[in-house]
């Protein structure tokens, strides 16, 4: 029988999100025909476990390769810090994407609330480009069938097959939104039912999916023009995607109540990010990390460097996450204003459309001090000066990675792949990686679990500098 979950109950409990390790393979209950479920409670359910998917792990494991933190003392340095991977780490990911949000969103896609089922395309195109945008080839075509089709071991589908897909599955999406569809309320615990906004989640969302291919696929930019010429995309705070939290017990941001709950935070600030921050003048530094507790003065670390301080030393003697992400009622962002405006930014400077570069390139910045309530956003633009800048698109990046710091973490990572101006001259090794000097991470290895019960897996990589198609 489907499990019916109203948006408190599940984000409450995180033993129940990380305890309970399903693979692809053990859907044996098909939710299309379940007798007490409905598309509206379905939906708030399937956004439930988005939010703690994104949070607790997208960003959580990624802002250690996006080199904005390091591991502290506390507890024995874990692999990832060393650029080794398990595929038992990767199990909880797999297995909330598959059996828990994506199946939700297929069942409401099924229903005849047309509108839900339109929120649910865009949302699952969401989820699935973030599986390919850390994985590669996954199941897609096979991937939430289960007893329709009698089908538990899914084939695995081409990582730019499945790019291919996400388009007209938004299309669709926007499609039923903007048909005469059933109304949508508070079980929309993102918009709370306001369908302009899904637009331009959907609008947007094509925009990153496009850009993201811009270096492999440079066909792309007409496309790119059409998106942008069309608008009604993602452009002030009132427009972001964000899945709030409130600080009441079970209700708190993920990343932050899993790391309470759990083996605690032992993470302080890089120092690859930090000195980055202190170099620029950037006053958004105590924004993103906060002072030592026990010196109130900053400190971060080299990448891996932890071994190296005295062992007496607490996380108290160093700098941690920021004060605003990093809070029990921060919200999980899904999509950002400052991130579409460096898309906007980007896009004008490799494809010439209506935008001014510079101009989405100061709005980007601008939102992010804004969203993190720092001034001086004018007098650090400037300082920049974009216009005198010799590779506008490294700076572009650039800034763009530093605006993703605590607020979406995996995001930052994922285009410090893409560009590689931030691998080549920004990030640091880590003193303790097993790979060659100026040799970084580019992808994550499958779940254990899944590819222990799905006879149609591949073998598992036993690389972590693989490719997603859209890395050059």
Request: aromatic share 10%.
């Amino acid at each position: 029988m489907k499990k019916i979950l109203i948006y408190i109950v599940l984000i409450s409990s995180f033993g129940f999100l990380s305890s309970c390790e399903d693979s692809i393979s053990d859907l044996n209950t098909n939710p299309n025909i379940s007798p007490t479920a409905n598309p509206q409670q379905v939906l708030s359910a399937a956004m439930a476990y988005t939010n703690y998917i994104v949070d607790a792990q997208f960003n959580r494991r990624s802002f250690m390769w996006a080199q904005y933190l390091t591991w502290g003392p506390g507890v024995a340095v874990g692999e990832i810090e060393r650029n080794i991977l398990n595929g038992a780490d990767y199990d909880n990911i797999w297995s909330r994407s598959y059996a828990n949000a994506l199946t939700d969103l297929e069942f409401v896609r099924n229903s005849e609330a047309t509108t839900h089922s339109g929120i649910a395309q865009i949302l699952k195109a969401y989820l699935f480009q973030s599986l390919v945008d850390h994985f590669g080839d996954v199941p897609f075509n096979e991937s939430l069938a289960g007893e329709l089709t009698g089908n538990f071991a899914p084939a695995y589908d081409d990582d730019e097959a499945i790019y291919e897909a996400l388009i007209p599955m938004i299309d669709d999406g926007l499609d039923k939104l903007n048909a005469a569809g059933n109304e949508v309320g508070a079980e929309d615990i993102i918009f709370s039912g306001d369908l302009n906004s899904w637009i331009k989640f959907g609008n947007s969302l094509k925009l990153r999916i496009l850009m993201r291919q811009a270096l492999v696929k440079p066909e792309v930019a007409g496309a790119v023009q059409e998106i942008i010429s069309n608008g009604n995309l993602i452009e002030s705070s009132a427009d972001i995607v964000g899945i709030p939290s409130v600080d009441v017990a079970g209700n708190q941001n993920p990343m932050f109540a899993i790391m309470v709950s759990g083996v605690g935070n032992f993470y302080i600030a890089s120092s690859t990010t930090f000195d980055h921050l202190t170099s620029l003048n950037d006053p958004r530094i105590d924004a993103f990390y906060s002072p030592a507790e026990n010196t109130g003065v900053h400190k971060a670390i080299l990448q891996g460097s932890i071994d190296d301080e005295p062992f007496t030393n607490s996380v108290a003697d160093y700098s941690q996450m920021g004060p605003i992400p990093y809070t029990a009622d921060a919200e999980v962002i899904l999509m950002s204003d400052w991130e579409v405006w460096f898309l906007r930014a980007e896009a004008a400077e490799r494809f010439g459309t209506a935008d001014d570069a510079a101009t989405a390139y100061a709005n980007a910045i601008t939102a992010n001090f804004d969203y993190l309530g720092v001034e001086g956003a004018s007098d650090y633009i400037a300082s920049r000066d974009y216009d005198n800048q010799d590779n506008k698109v490294d700076e572009i990046g650039e800034q763009k990675w530093i605006s993703m710091n605590g607020l979406q973490e995996s995001e930052g990572w994922i285009e410090s792949r893409r560009f590689n101006h931030i691998n080549e001259t920004i990030l640091v090794d880590s003193k303790i990686s097993v790979l060659p000097p100026g040799v970084f991470p580019s992808i994550w290895y499958y779940s254990a679990d899944e590819l222990a019960k799905n006879p149609n897996s591949p073998n598992q990589r036993t690389e972590v500098t693989d490719k997603v198609f859209w890395d050059n």
